[in-house]
């Protein structure tokens, strides 16, 4: 077959919808399905038109000066769990209370789905969703950048008063996942320093007296923890729970770079050192003979139940161990190797372009940013705030894993993200490093295969 | 024989279910067609351009989605192999007269009605290596003496998540073949016993051929169903460890949820493609049936 | 009755007991993972039930966020309508197809077995676009659509091979007999197929009481299912298990026991008389 440069935008897909709905008008009636939509639907719509109404009443008691036109805003978040659900509702209801310029946020829960939040919203937003405002990854920014969904948040930030209450470097990380480097795209929430959980008791146990202060110290711990404590022959406590499934890119990182490796060049020699360290660790039994498959679930699962001495995440965990444990966990850290990085998670809010209010919008994502929000958000959840108010608090300053977590800060950071990173970190990542760890294909083959799939062959 | 006057009553008949769905997905599909010779990648919307058959020879060297095709013929064949034979003897058990037989019938239904995010977690939960059942179970009996991480290993992953669609799909077979077991002559056994069959002749003889359409059609149905499944998979493993349970279907939603909607469509096709041998044969034999 | 050698009986007892503890176990295991406290679900010693059951999760799920019950009203709205509607249209179209003969018909069965083999998910920009052009988004029609269009093709297949089963000359008596062929159809055939109807309702019912991309894609918090309400059990920070599988057991529970009551209708002998092959 010959080939023909022939162009089809992505247009072409709205064009066919149009042709699509043209062709459904004229058949609706015959379709029994909507007859029966119709009763149905008038209820889920009341319902929801009752909400607006009654949230809408209680922004205009408030504002006594009710001189702005009344406006919605349509916010989509997902919640880690019901606690959080809760907290973002009452969020909500406070700004609506008390925002005085007659907006009224309504929220639309959808779930985390594994991640799959970001495609499906995009599936949503292609499709022509009215969704105004979302809570965001980073990693998704250039997929919406590329398809022009994105509202450009840099003239609203320039003239925002509170610009300053955020570092500057902050925003700088916003810049450079907007592609050019230029604009942003994305206002800054709450980010989670990922920092190394550990047992004091066990640490005791294996007769270890302080935290690592190096990388290779940390490796040694990790052998050192890893203990048959019944003499049966088998190891009952692990030194470290990997993360081999999704998500396991974030503290495998610190190996990485741990071996003067980085992520701009998979393939050099420090980097695959530290991929080797990784394999090691797996090879020689000094974690679960379950990472290739462990995602957070199970790495959390592990090391509360005893059988990891040592696991990597952020704050977001924090209230649940001291929950099980007590005083009986705590956190140090990644420490330096001959080189030093921990992972940055995010969370971001953005403003779509479809978006018809976009100063009402920037009021709910800035009061999301540095304000009210901010405080409760990051107090209610243990993630560390971005506003520099925020953080001076008690709350933050006096919390052993909010210490480790700021002690981080310096070195953290993101993934490069480029359009390949979704997919990369969903299905790259976790399978070659199974493939690896499991001797299906050498360390070099494996850093190969990962750097071509981050920048390209 | 069939009615063959011209009439119009047999298009009014079908006209309601074709309406309903040629509006909803006919033009979907066909653009999805037509993604399929394009580069047609949403993460890069403005490099979007017609290639000819460049996706689909893309796949043809693609290690991944022929070890996928591969992956899929075991899983379907494997899959709803057992899911029918287990069903049909669970059909035939609960076909019999005794005391609490409907509460029986009823709660042998509840794989079925499982919701496809629970049943990923809890067959998950049920594998686990640390702190899973099946573990226990087996550990307790002395037939491992040391856990095994089921879906850890590339080994025992593949037939782990098959297991788990086996147990999902016996009670969709098992109610089938039970309503249609109604349908079968009590005179034709009655007959059978006075010539001395046996209960294996009457099996053979009398129950199969007499709900061999049912068995055909639900066979059909299942294999494409079971070839499209994505959430049981999907639930328990994501298609790893090393891509060890990367069936086509959870190749191509993965590729898909990247927005790589070309290569994801193409595949797809290609999917559609398998499955159309297995569809034409049958459908060739239905029509010829029906002839004589 | 036919005498049977006893161990035979025996045999049958076995394998029913064999697979029904296969088919169960998993629920059990959920049943007792919604009851269990969250310190024995990561216990050094896996337990097989519990000495402190705890009620909590099934309270929650009614009392916070989750809002479990109108979830289950929204899932049953969509469930009940999608089985009605893809019930009638399939049947018509079905018994068009096992007895009349047309030009098209062929076609027309191909095009009907052939429309699920298309992943969804490759599908899903332009039906959201449909769905927003026809004012269905967020509400259950959106879902009754969808589902009933994914539904109609393998019920119609379904139905058509439970007619094909069911020998023709019943209604050739029938209309011999003075009977129209509605009339045939309506007191000979629907009769037989009432086990087959009640199967294939229950294949409908199942799809879309569990069906969880579209119901994602097209609800809002006010329409959202069941499927829904328990996928955002998951988020970053693991599992709610006590939740999610508190959730699954009530999702579990009411369709057992609408199939308790349904199964009734597949009575063996009931058509046994009527049917001569």
Redesign the interface.
């Given at each position: 077959?010959?080939?023909?440069?022939?162009?089809?935008?992505?247009a072409?897909?709205?064009a066919?919808?149009?042709?699509?709905?043209g062709?459904?008008a004229g058949?609706?009636g015959?379709?029994?399905?909507?007859t029966?939509?119709?009763g149905?639907?008038t209820k889920?719509?009341s319902?929801?038109a009752a909400?607006t109404k009654a949230a809408a009443g209680a922004a205009t008691t408030k504002a006594a000066s009710g001189s702005a036109e009344p406006v919605t805003i349509k916010f989509q978040y997902?919640?880690?769990?019901?606690d959080?659900?809760?907290l973002m509702?009452d969020i909500i209801k406070k700004f609506n209370e008390t925002n005085g310029k007659n907006i009224t946020v309504v929220?639309?829960?959808?779930?985390?789905?594994?991640g799959?939040y970001s495609?499906?919203l995009?599936?949503?937003k292609?499709?022509?969703?009215d969704v105004d405002v979302s809570t965001w990854k980073l990693t998704s920014t250039?997929?919406y950048v590329?398809?022009d969904l994105l509202l450009d948040l840099t003239p609203y930030i320039d003239k925002w008063d509170k610009k300053g209450d955020i570092e500057d470097n902050i925003y700088n990380v916003m810049k450079q996942a907007g592609g050019d480097n230029s604009k942003i795209y994305v206002m800054p929430w709450n980010i989670q320093v990922l920092y190394v959980y550990y047992r004091p008791s066990i640490f005791e146990k294996a007769g270890i007296d302080h935290t690592p202060t190096t990388y290779q110290e940390f490796l040694d711990d990790i052998k050192k923890c890893t203990m048959d404590t019944d003499g049966d022959g088998?190891t009952d406590v692990y030194g470290f729970g990997m993360r081999?499934?999704?998500g396991g890119q974030e503290p495998w990182g610190s190996f990485i770079y741990g071996e003067g490796g980085s992520f701009d060049d998979l393939t050099s020699a420090g980097s695959v050192q530290g991929m080797q360290d990784f394999i090691d660790l797996y090879k020689n039994g000094y974690v679960?003979?379950?990472?290739?498959?462990?995602g957070?679930?199970?790495i959390?699962?592990?090391f509360?139940?005893?059988?990891t001495a040592m696991t990597i995440h952020h704050t977001?965990?924090s209230k649940?161990m001291e929950a099980t444990f007590g005083d009986d966990v705590s956190a140090f850290a990644f420490p330096a190797g001959k080189g030093q990085w921990t992972s940055m998670g995010d969370t971001e809010t953005v403003i779509f372009k479809s978006c018809k209010h976009p100063e009402a919008a920037f009021e709910w994502v800035s009061y999301l940013a540095t304000g009210e929000g901010q405080k409760m958000w990051c107090e209610g959840t243990g993630n560390v705030p971005v506003s520099k108010t925020v953080s001076q608090g008690d709350f933050f300053q006096n919390n052993r894993f909010m210490k480790a977590s700021l002690e981080g800060e310096s070195y953290a950071g993101i993934l490069p993200i480029l359009?390949?990173t979704?997919?990369w970190i969903?299905?790259t990542w976790?399978?070659?490093v199974?493939?690896a760890l499991?001797g299906?294909i050498s360390t070099e083959d494996c850093m190969k295969t990962l750097q071509e799939g981050l920048y390209g062959k | 024989m069939k009615t063959k006057k011209r009439s119009i009553a047999p298009y009014l008949l079908v006209a309601p279910a074709t309406i309903i769905i040629v509006c909803v997905v006919f033009i979907p599909v066909i653009q999805a067609i037509l993604m399929s010779f394009q580069s047609y990648d949403l993460r890069r919307p403005n490099a979007i351009k017609f290639i000819g058959l460049g996706n689909y020879i893309e796949a043809f060297t693609d290690t991944q989605f022929l070890n996928a095709v591969l992956r899929t013929v075991i899983w379907v064949v494997l899959g709803v192999g057992f899911q029918f034979i287990l069903g049909f003897v669970l059909a035939l058990l609960l076909n019999r007269q005794f005391r609490g037989r409907g509460a029986i019938r009823a709660v042998s239904m509840i794989p079925w009605v499982t919701p496809g995010v629970l049943i990923g977690l809890m067959w998950r939960w049920i594998y686990d290596g640390n702190f899973g059942v099946l573990n226990d179970i087996l550990l307790k009996l002395h037939i491992i003496d040391s856990a095994i991480p089921f879906l850890s290993q590339k080994s025992t992953a593949f037939p782990g998540v098959i297991v788990t669609i086996i147990w999902q799909g016996i009670p969709f077979f098992a109610l089938m073949i039970l309503a249609a077991l109604q349908g079968v002559s009590r005179d034709l056994y009655e007959a059978a016993e006075i010539d001395g069959a046996t209960k294996a002749q009457e099996l053979f003889y009398i129950t199969i051929p007499s709900i061999k359409n049912t068995i055909y059609v639900t066979g059909l149905l299942r294999i494409i169903w079971v070839a499209n499944s994505v959430d049981v998979i999907f639930n328990m493993t994501e298609g790893g460890p090393a891509y060890s349970t990367q069936t086509l279907s959870v190749y191509i939603y993965n590729k898909a949820n990247a927005l790589n909607l070309g290569y994801a469509s193409a595949m797809a096709i290609c999917l559609a493609l398998m499955l159309l041998v297995v569809v034409i044969p049958y459908l060739r034999m239905n029509f010829k049936e029906e002839k004589s | 009755m036919k005498y049977e050698k006893p161990g035979t009986k025996a045999l049958r007892l076995i394998l029913l007991i064999v697979m029904l503890v296969f088919i169960l176990f998993p629920f059990y295991w959920t049943f007792l993972t919604s009851i269990k406290p969250e310190n024995e679900l990561y216990g050094d010693t896996v337990t097989y039930f519990t000495v402190h059951p705890t009620f909590e999760a099934y309270k929650n799920l009614f009392t916070t966020t989750v809002n479990f019950l109108s979830a289950m009203g929204n899932s049953l709205i969509v469930a009940v309508s999608t089985t009605l509607v893809t019930l009638c249209v399939s049947t018509m179209a079905a018994y068009a197809f096992s007895r009349y003969d047309f030009p098209g018909r062929k076609a027309l069965m191909s095009i009907f077995l052939c429309n699920n083999m298309f992943p969804t998910v490759l599908l899903l920009i332009p039906l959201y676009t449909i769905m927003r052009k026809l004012h269905l988004l967020f509400t259950p029609g959106s879902l009754i659509l969808a589902y009933t269009t994914f539904t109609i093709p393998f019920s119609v297949w379904l139905l058509l091979g439970f007619i094909n089963d069911l020998p023709m000359s019943l209604e050739e008596a029938a209309q011999v007999d003075g009977c129209t062929r509605g009339k045939a159809f309506i007191k000979i055939i629907l009769p037989l197929l009432n086990p087959s109807i009640v199967a294939t309702g229950v294949y409908i019912f199942m799809q879309s009481w569990n069906e969880y991309t579209f119901a994602m894609m097209f609800t809002n918090t006010a329409t959202r299912t069941i499927p829904v309400a328990l996928k955002s059990l998951i988020g970053q920070l693991g599992v709610q298990w006590d939740l999610l599988t508190a959730g699954g057991i009530l999702t579990i529970i009411p369709v057992c026991i609408m199939f308790f009551f349904a199964q009734k209708r597949l009575v063996e002998g009931l058509t046994a008389g009527a049917v001569k092959g």
């Open positions: 077959m010959k080939k023909h440069p022939v162009t089809r935008k992505a072409s897909i709205l066919a919808s149009t042709m699509a709905a062709l459904l058949c609706g015959a379709a029994s399905g909507t029966t939509a119709g149905a639907t889920g719509a319902t929801a909400t997902w919640a880690d769990n019901t959080y659900s809760q509702q929220g639309e829960e959808q779930p985390w789905d594994g799959a495609e499906n995009f599936n949503a292609m499709g022509g969703s250039p997929l590329n398809n088998k081999g499934a999704k679960p003979p379950t990472a290739t498959s462990d957070f679930n199970e959390i699962a592990n509360k139940s005893g059988l977001g965990s649940d359009d390949t979704t997919e969903s299905t976790p399978n070659t199974a493939q499991t299906e | - | -």
